[in-house]
């Protein structure tokens, strides 16, 4: 058996490509002259999937064999009845074995792929000219009959076999596939057709979505929309995409949170709230982060941060067991078990616990920083920095890269949790946790701020920050007016979608569980 002649090159270069394009439109072009275009035909019955008729052959035959009780006779005329019923597929070529008279095509639709058994005398001799003419990458519709091969390969007898679309650029050659990682991202519609594993992440990802919804939904959350366009430029640190409504003629952002819209709701009656939502964040790109991902973020009236601890550690292995069979999982060669109880430490108690420093032993801002320097530990707020910076820095420094398995830390200085509320039993820290995952964080949650007095006087010094830094930030006043009108005690969380998915994919890369991915364009082709 071979290959057929219009397979590409083992090492492809433009040149080849450009060669193989150029044929390819000329056999459309011969296809058009004789009124045979396949970009005309509109719509073609299938009745049925791929996997399914496989699996449906499968079940057929054993009952076949079982209710003949040895009897071959009883045997063959049941499965020649099987041929009777026609069957209709559609899908891509995506192999092709050339035996003369006889050819053998694999054809993958969305589910799995079916080998296609071509005959001359079953399809007619001109049709079968025809379809020699016809490529790898062509996209075809079969009609005929399931049968087992004498190799015992379950396949599709075909007697009528029709082009409807025609591929104009070779799949990348069959053995090596498309490896170019930089290219896979840019053309994922091509990594989906060579590399069909590919697509198992995608649609994991759409359950573990679904899963969440469920979740949420079955605990009495209501899933709403909030606005992607603000007219104001906030957040903590994160930098906003900036673009312009021609009719206000006003320049507006991009969302970086979904927050402040969502807890507005909360004010105005709806206890438990949630929003799957696009985010984005014009900053730096690296295996965990691109410029706009899916967040999920969800408030409830009456609880805490505590209650946000406990329902975060059940979702996760709720999701896990659904999606994935178990709560142990495997990630970049490590166990997380993610159904055993999450361990919960205060920053000041990991800090502790993973750098010998206790935040409890200085007695002021200067100790503080003159201990820092004498770790080593670099704190960005230099002879500015509070207590509350240097324990942030210290956790950073050596804390963050030792939280493997699933750990919640808790109680985060006020410098850095401006929407979160105060300990009551130490304002210098607030009821805010993250959970980490592999060294990475997964998540954030507060006790929210409902005090619109401590909220105005936080975003004041938020806002002089970020102009400081040549932002054109301003207080949200409209959300202070809703917290004046009364925010009842709330828990809030907030989780990027990617990063779980990330997780429970076994995917390195924030690129591989994104389809299309942010990428800077080609010199020679800005669409990519």
Not at 138 to 155: C, H, Y
Not at 182 to 203: E, G, S
Not at 281 to 303: C, K, L, V, W
Not at 454 to 473: I, L, P, W, Y
Request: net charge negative; proline share 4%; aromatic share 10%.
């Amino acid at each position: 058996m071979s290959e057929i002649q219009n397979n590409i090159p083992t090492e492809e270069t433009e040149q080849d490509i450009n060669i193989l394009k150029k044929i390819r439109l000329e056999k459309l072009n011969d296809l058009k002259s004789r009124n045979a275009d396949p970009f005309e035909i509109t719509k073609y019955d299938v009745t049925a999937k791929n996997a399914d008729l496989k699996a449906q052959y499968e079940t057929d035959e054993k009952k076949i064999i079982e209710d003949a009780d040895g009897d071959e006779e009883k045997i063959n005329a049941g499965l020649e009845k099987i041929k009777e019923k026609d069957v209709r597929i559609a899908g891509r070529i995506m192999s092709w074995r050339n035996m003369g008279k006889a050819n053998f095509i694999d054809v993958r639709d969305g589910s799995d792929r079916i080998q296609v058994y071509v005959r001359s005398n079953d399809i007619g001799a001109e049709e079968f000219k025809e379809f020699k003419k016809w490529d790898i990458g062509d996209i075809v519709g079969v009609e005929g009959f399931v049968f087992r091969t004498r190799k015992g390969e379950i396949s599709v007898h075909a007697h009528k076999i029709t082009l409807l679309s025609k591929s104009l650029l070779p799949l990348p050659e069959k053995w090596h596939g498309l490896k170019d990682q930089d290219m896979r991202y840019r053309q994922r519609y091509v990594d989906l057709i060579v590399n069909p594993n590919v697509k198992d992440t995608f649609i994991k990802r759409s359950q573990i979505l679904r899963e969440i919804r469920n979740y949420l939904d079955n605990m009495g959350y209501l899933e709403v929309d909030t606005p992607v366009l603000h007219t104001l430029e906030i957040g903590a640190s994160a930098r906003p995409f900036v673009t312009h409504h021609n009719a206000l003629d006003i320049d507006m952002y991009l969302r970086i949170e979904t927050e402040l819209y969502l807890k507005r709701l909360v004010v105005g009656g709806f206890e438990r709230v949630y929003e799957v939502g696009r985010i984005f964040r014009n900053e730096g790109m690296d295996t965990s982060h691109n410029p706009e991902f899916t967040s999920i973020e969800m408030y409830q009236a009456y609880t805490d941060y505590i209650g946000m601890m406990d329902i975060i550690e059940d979702m996760y292995k709720t999701i896990a067991r659904n999606v994935c069979g178990t709560d142990v999982i495997n990630y970049q060669g490590v166990e997380i078990n993610l159904g055993k109880k999450w361990e919960r430490l205060t920053m000041i108690e990991a800090v502790k616990k993973y750098a010998g420093v206790d935040y409890n032993d200085w007695e002021s801002d200067e100790q503080a920083r003159a201990c820092a320097k004498e770790k080593g530990v670099e704190v960005d707020e230099g002879e500015n920095a509070t207590k509350g910076h240097v324990l942030i820095a210290f956790f950073d420094a050596f804390v963050e890269d030792k939280l493997i398995q699933p750990t919640i830390i808790y109680d985060y200085p006020v410098e850095n949790s401006p929407l979160a509320k105060r300990k009551p039993s130490n304002p210098a820290f607030t009821e805010r946790f993250e959970y980490f995952i592999y060294c990475r964080e997964m998540g954030n949650a507060f006790s929210e701020l409902n005090d619109p007095v401590d909220q105005r006087e936080r975003f004041v010094k938020q806002v002089e920050a970020k102009k400081a830094q040549g932002a054109n930030a301003e207080v949200d006043e409209d959300f202070v007016t809703a917290l004046e009108y009364g925010l009842p005690p709330t828990g809030g969380l907030g989780f990027g979608l990617d990063r779980l998915v990330m997780l429970l994919t076994d995917s390195p890369s924030i690129r591989d569980v994104l389809l299309f991915p942010t990428m800077k364009p080609l010199n020679n082709n800005n669409n990519q």
